[in-house]
């Protein structure tokens, strides 16, 4: 891996593109801590450094993580890319459900660029929503549990609005900081500006561990996130590979095909995909409790007790149980084995042993139900480790291997290296063709 960036610093072309990600990266951070208009500033700080060691934002760990911490701080990038996430998955799920988007899917680049338009469009949605909402409960002061200092200056109207169309023109910058490293930098500027927030308050979590817990506590959580980061780079890059052979045909006066390749198929197909998913169910009932908290009814007495800090052994059963359904779910939408058998079947493509058609569809399916089993357990293992660690040292957000971080992490750095290492490639070829 670092052998593939200095080689790559040593190419005038991938140099440029790396210190102008890098640019875009610094504006972006610069952005998660210039404060939106009506903050108090001084409040805020307060109110985090009091609820740091408690549950205060437990119910706001996953938006404040894609954030970079920026969303109990209110700035200006408080909703982090959460609002594309979700509206890219959306998407992905109705391409499924309507006919009309799944026909733009087919129609290539073209009906993909139309599909990223309306994910533009419910982006902004979204982010409307969830600003609305954010600025709602600071207002009312349930965002930070245990804090009774008003976070703004003001609780008029007016700084409502002007809030919420900032966080929300936030996002839209977002968006577009994004595309910018997609076009000009390397890889997928939606991931990289992902990575970056997750990475941004991975040193500070570390480092509150041997604040709190002491040196023996540190190198004991050292030791155990080495071995945790080492089995997730293991199965990341795990694969079950399906031997494809194409017959050979004659086209005109040319003879095609005659080629070996295989089918990959990925141990954790769903990438982190299933974590979000259930994280932002399982969200759900407890903002609801948490806007009714002067309430007495039993459901608000029931989620507080079982939903809304995370230590409880129901939630976990019910947080381990919507992954693995989540993960066969988003399988099943994103690998169609009809599809594929039905293509191969038409290039003249066959897995040896096993008949074209139906019978192929059949293998495919069966295969990927197999190899889903293992990787569904593994993303519910690697979710549950920060509510685990909830459970033993008291607090979740002191303990930054697992869960979701860990798996962007990964992920993401691996993909930008296989990137890297790709173009390294291509200008390797373009050298020795000349």
């Known amino acids: ?6 080689n790559a610093f040593r190419t005038p072309d991938l140099r440029r593109k790396l210190f102008y990600v890098l ?22 700080r307060e109110c985090i450094d009091l609820t740091k060691s408690g549950s205060g934002a437990g119910l706001y760990n996953l938006v404040n993580l894609f954030s970079g911490g920026a969303l109990l701080r209110l700035t200006i990038f408080a909703l982090g890319i959460m609002p ?3 509206a890219s998955i959306i998407l992905q799920l109705l391409v499924v459900v309507i006919p ?3 026909a733009l899917k087919n129609e290539g680049q073209a009906g993909q660029t139309k599909i990223t338009q309306y994910t533009r469009y419910l982006t902004l949605g979204l982010a409307l929503l969830q600003a609305t909402g954010i600025v709602a409960l600071a207002r009312s002061g349930n965002l930070l549990n245990g804090c009774s200092q008003p976070l703004l200056h003001s609780n008029g109207t007016k700084t409502f609005l002007v809030m919420v169309v900032t966080m929300t023109a936030g996002t839209a910058v977002i968006m577009w900081l994004g595309e910018l490293i997609t076009e000009r930098g390397i890889g997928n500027g939606m991931s990289i500006l992902i990575f970056t927030q997750v990475v941004a308050t991975f040193p500070t979590t570390l480092w509150s561990v041997r604040q709190q817990h002491g040196w023996y506590t540190f190198g004991f959580v050292m030791i155990i996130g080495l071995a945790i980061m080492a089995a997730v780079i293991f199965i990341e890059q795990a694969q079950r590979r399906i031997p494809v052979q194409y017959a050979r ?3 005109g006066r040319r003879m095609f095909g005659g080629s070996s390749t295989y089918i990959p198929l990925k ?7 299933p974590v979000i998913f259930a994280s932002s169910l399982l969200y759900l009932p407890a903002m609801a409790a948490q806007f009714n908290q002067n309430s007495s009814s039993r459901w608000v007495t029931w989620i507080d007790t079982y939903f809304v800090k995370g230590d409880h052994p129901a939630y976990m059963i019910a947080y381990f149980l919507l992954i693995v359904f989540f993960t066969y779910f988003y399988v099943s939408i994103t690998f169609n084995p009809t599809e594929v058998a039905d293509n191969m079947k038409k290039y003249g493509g066959f897995i040896p042993g096993i008949r074209a058609g139906k019978p192929t569809e059949d293998y495919l399916s069966y295969v990927l139900s197999r190899i889903t089993l293992p990787g569904a357990l593994y993303l519910g293992l690697i979710a549950l480790i920060p509510l685990i660690a909830l459970a033993l040292i008291g607090a979740s957000q002191n303990f930054p291997f697992g869960g979701t971080s860990i798996l962007i992490m990964v992920g993401v750095a691996l993909d930008t290296v296989k990137q890297i290492e790709s173009q390294l490639q291509q200008r390797n070829y373009e050298g020795f063709l000349r």
């Open 1 to 6: 891996m670092l052998g593939a960036f200095v």
């Open 23 to 44: 640019l875009v990266i610094v504006i972006f951070r610069a952005g998660s801590q210039i404060p939106a208009p009506g903050v108090n500033v001084h409040n805020v």
């Open 84 to 86: 594309y996430i979700t």
């Open 100 to 102: 009309r988007l799944e």
């Open 249 to 251: 045909r004659m086209v």
């Open 267 to 273: 141990v954790n197909q769903a990438g982190v995909i």
